[in-house]
């Protein structure tokens, strides 16, 4: 963990809400100077607690309107399933997350798709490249909260 103080989170507040603030805009809101917000920005950067800045689209706007939670039973529970497993779900695009689970399942998939067909083709594609136990999957009917932004 990476001690911060108040004025850090004060920056990672900001850029959490808007990465493309320019350091100006940024050093005003959080009350530094120009040269002095840099170098903290620098810093956070180096320490690795800022690892990129992205822009969040619309994926309703870019057809891609269905997000799906795929729970996945592995077929082996070996490093050799796992290293398969891994390079298939890393390599499918669609795949936004994946998360080893504690409990009755082994992984979550979060994956977002434009329609049940694109679905059934990333099921289709995921099954052909590593071999699984089970896999059944949820269907998100309405998104009432989503971020990326981590409370500070």
């Known amino acids: 963990m990476v001690n911060i103080d108040d004025i850090d989170r004060r920056i990672l507040t900001e850029l959490q809400r ?9 050093g005003e809101k959080v009350g530094l100077s120009r ?26 706007k870019l057809g891609l309107g269905l997000m799906v939670y795929l729970q996945v039973r ?4 070996d490093a050799d399933w796992l ?3 891994a390079r298939a779900t890393t390599a499918i ?6 998360y080893r689970m504690t409990g009755d399942l082994d ?3 979060r994956a977002r798709v434009a329609d049940m067909d ?10 052909a490249r590593v071999p699984m136990g089970d896999v059944s999957a949820s269907f998100v009917m309405e998104e009432i909260k989503e971020t990326t932004a981590l409370a500070l």
């Open 18 to 26: 808007d990465a493309a603030l320019s350091v100006d805009a940024l």
């Open 35 to 60: 040269n002095a917000c840099w170098r903290r920005v620098k810093a956070l950067e180096s320490a690795g607690v800022i690892t990129a800045r992205v822009a969040l689209l619309d994926a309703k």
């Open 118 to 127: 694109d679905y059934d083709r990333l099921y289709q594609t995921l099954i």
């Open 83 to 85: 290293e398969k497993f």
């Open 107 to 109: 992984y979550l998939i």
């Open 74 to 77: 592995a077929a082996a529970h």
């Open 93 to 98: 695009p669609e795949i936004q997350g994946v």
